[in-house]
């Protein structure tokens, strides 16, 4: 159930480019063809003020990234401005998603994807949408990670750091409830909703644009009760309480944004490990700049560092304390993984990537963050609301998961029949706003489960 149902006038584009006046049919690949959805809406609009407000930011930092990168980068982001007009040119008259040439680690990886598209299919309006989506950030890094000078420069890292600086208030709040805290399943769930709730604020849904938070992130949590549409808190304190658990307990995070979002991951860890319902926490980061916000491994150093270095004196105990965990190995960085900035569903993994799927099961409880984390979930499909977890995995299933996503993409799964007319009548626009969450947790069966499993079927 989507958001737009009246039928917008036809443009010159759209004729040109066979862009059909329609919401996504059911059960069918979402992409930019259909002009009702919010694939259309994203490559149409979102994406291009994407684009565009990189060359300004570039433009107006020019003298100062000079400065820092040399002379020699002068030449180089003149270069690179040119590349991005072309890349946003291409965005827009629904050119073909071209093979990588440079030298980036995960060339292959790509370019084995984009051979095997189907030619009719492959563009940026007519591919599924989380290709395009993917294959633009990609594209834009690519100009970067070939140039000389501009490696190691991350152009959202600016809009990233303002989103912590910005919410200070709030994290001074959560900290000294956080000091507090009784440990019991009250609290487990209380800090499980404060992640959800954290990623609301990702600057991709704004196209760069600060999220205002307001100052009380418990105010907030309790006035958005109502608004979490699937709740599996209880089975996730289940999974990790459950003593006869094969697996260590050790907790994956996928992450999502960096700024606020990455704050309250850390917040939920510490209370993991406090709890000792958890030994370690590993974290998942982006190898390269993705969806404006994303958290890469050099913002995780910066949040701990402007942490502890804060004059407010809570912010300075907490940035060291995580410091010390991630020093004892308590909190762990996971290896750098391409996969999570390829364009593969999740459930291509254990084909493409048996190493990481096998890493993820060896886990007691992975986490994956977010809406676009959601959208590899179930592949980008225009599910029925109402279709099971399960079956939108498509049998992935590496160990037992909770998907913490705020809506802010036309699809979704697992909702009780007629809920969605509900909400939809409460706000038509309501898989759009980020203001509707779920804790959505899926349980792999043991030999044990499966074995009954079985043997009731055979009964049958
Ligand atoms: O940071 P998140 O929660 O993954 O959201 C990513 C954003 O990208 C999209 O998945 C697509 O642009 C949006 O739906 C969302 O705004």
Redesign the pocket.
Known sequence: MSSSTSKAPSTEFDAKYGILNLNTPPRSPMCGRYKQS?AYY?LRS??PITLTSIIDSITKDKDELISKYGEDSREEIKNIIGSISKLKYQLQTDKALEPFVGNEPDIEIWNNFIQNMDEENNSFFKACWLYA?CYMYRRLSSFFENSKTLTSFDYFAKQKQNALMNSVVCIEEILNVLQGVEIAYDSFRLMLKLNLWG?RC?L??TSGKQVQLGNNPFDLIRSFDNKILIDNSESVFECLKSANSNKPAVVEFVC??AGY?LFTDFVLADYLIKSKLVEKVRFNLKAIPW?V??ATINDLNWTLYYLQNHSIPILKEYGKRWQELLNNKKFEIAPLDYFWTSPYEYYRMCNINPELYQKLSESRLVIF???????KLIGDFSWSCTEQFITCLRGFLPTDFVSL??V??DLICGLLEGQAEKVFEIDKNWM?T?EYGTIQFISKPTIYDKAAITSSLSME
């Open positions: 919010f994203t979102r994406l989506e990623n990702d991709s849904i999502d944004n979002e969806f916000s994303d963050k977010g809406d676009l984390n959601y959208r996503r705020t802010k993409a759009t980020g």
